[in-house]
């Protein structure tokens, strides 16, 4: 199956920092990406539907300006958390489609601890 | 509003038994998914039913699709306390050129030795 890197796996900050996690489909061409954000012992919740070269469309109830999303290769997108708070810890998730069949193919996921 | 349920949300049971997880989900789709979880862990893609009736298995494992009942089934047989995890449903929801699909809330299973 296709590969997707995320990258961090892990991060810790402080409050009020920003933090970017990376997403990248290894070995095709991804037109759409996703992020979701899941919270212990829940399922997965879309935050995002970004497409490479547009702005990325938010789910009803996610900040637009706290999540940026940025989608500028077929192979990269970025989720940079700003201004961090506590309440924003999470396990991040990314995935992307446009493979085979477009399929989603899942990133490992980032674990974001706010201090 | 395309919802997905799961049932049940959590499943313990004694290894060598057989059982099933139950997956609605409410409008029309072109695909379902049954993703495996493990704690702290990502998805790890197991099925992807494409057509009523269609069925998959791998291993322990077996998954079918009814498209007219809107019903998914993923049913384990003589399970080990490997299959341990959390398993999620997901289905397909075309929305214009994106591709996005809507998880269950998961099922998680406890498979006792």
């Known amino acids: 199956g296709a590969v997707v890197s995320q990258h961090p796996s892990w991060v810790i900050c402080k409050s009020g920092t920003s933090v970017k996690i990376e997403c990248r489909s290894l070995?095709?061409?991804?037109?759409?990406m996703f992020w979701y954000r899941q919270f212990p012992k829940q399922s997965l919740m879309l935050m995002a539907t970004?497409?490479?070269?547009?702005?990325?469309?938010?789910e009803q109830g996610v900040e637009k300006d706290k999540f940026l999303i940025n989608h500028a290769s077929l192979t990269l997108s970025t989720l940079t958390v700003t201004s961090a708070h506590p309440e924003d810890s999470s396990f991040y998730i990314c995935?992307?489609?446009?493979?085979?069949?477009?399929?989603?193919?899942f990133g490992a996921g980032t674990r974001l601890s706010v201090l | 509003e395309l919802k997905v349920e799961q049932n049940p949300l959590f499943l313990s049971m004694q290894e060598g038994k057989n059982y099933t997880i139950y997956c609605n989900y409410s409008?029309?789709?072109?695909?379902l998914y049954w993703y495996r979880q493990d704690p702290g862990k990502s998805l790890e893609s197991l099925f992807v039913?494409?057509?009523?009736?269609a069925v998959k298995q791998e291993g322990r494992l077996m998954a079918s699709l009814d498209t007219k009942a809107r019903l998914s089934t993923l049913h384990i047989t003589a399970a080990v306390h490997d299959l341990s995890a959390t398993y999620f449903c997901?289905?397909?929801?075309?929305?214009?050129?994106?591709?996005?699909?809507?998880f269950g809330k998961g099922t998680r299973l406890h498979i006792l030795p």
């Open positions: 970004s497409n490479e070269g547009s702005k990325a469309t938010y």
């Open positions: 039913l494409l057509s009523n009736g």
């Open positions: 070995d095709f061409q991804a037109t759409t």
């Open positions: 995935s992307a489609g446009g493979g085979w069949g477009n399929i989603q193919y």
């Open positions: 997901a289905v397909d929801m075309l929305m214009n050129r994106d591709d996005k699909i809507i």
């Open positions: 409008t029309t789709s072109d695909r």
